[in-house]
Nanobody, 125 residues
Framework: QVQVVPSGGGSVQAGGSLRLSCVAS????????MGWFRQAPGKEREGVAA????????WYADSVKGRFTISQDNAENTVYLQMNSLKPEDTAMYYC??????????????????WGQGTQVTVSS
């Protein structure tokens, strides 16, 4: 079993930055991909960024490219999402998720095996 616990959400003004963390515990050697997703009220959950734990390869949604960075600290079993130049449209509940198996890491929520609780990010204009 694997558990993932996100943290680091909060409120910030447009143009500001936040860093989210997601700590994995349990059978972490089975993890192939870690992903960050978000869901705004009335909208579907969307993939934001994904990382392949074996080699650090990353994927991003077009809406966040150049502003968000996903990274990992293997020693701490932690994945980070550094969010810069935040916009009001980035306001959402953010979730981290993991995927076992192999191959590249998609931004499709149905490709992921399990999820942590959400952490709220609010960006005011």
């Amino acid at each position: 079993q694997v558990q993932v616990v996100p943290s680091g959400g909060g409120s910030v003004q447009a143009g500001g930055s936040l860093r989210l963390s997601c700590v994995a515990s349990g059978y972490t050697s089975s993890i192939n991909c870690m992903g960050w997703f978000r869901q705004a009220p009335g909208k579907e959950r969307e993939g934001v960024a994904a990382l392949k734990t074996l080699d650090g390869s990353t994927w991003y949604a077009d809406s966040v490219k150049g502003r968000f960075t996903i990274s990992q600290d293997n020693a701490e079993n932690t994945v980070y999402l550094q969010m810069n130049s935040l916009k009001p449209e980035d306001t959402a509940m953010y979730y981290c998720a993991y995927r076992r198996g192999s191959g590249w890491c998609s931004l499709e929520q149905y490709d992921y095996d399990d999820w942590g609780q959400g952490t709220q990010v609010t960006v005011s204009s």
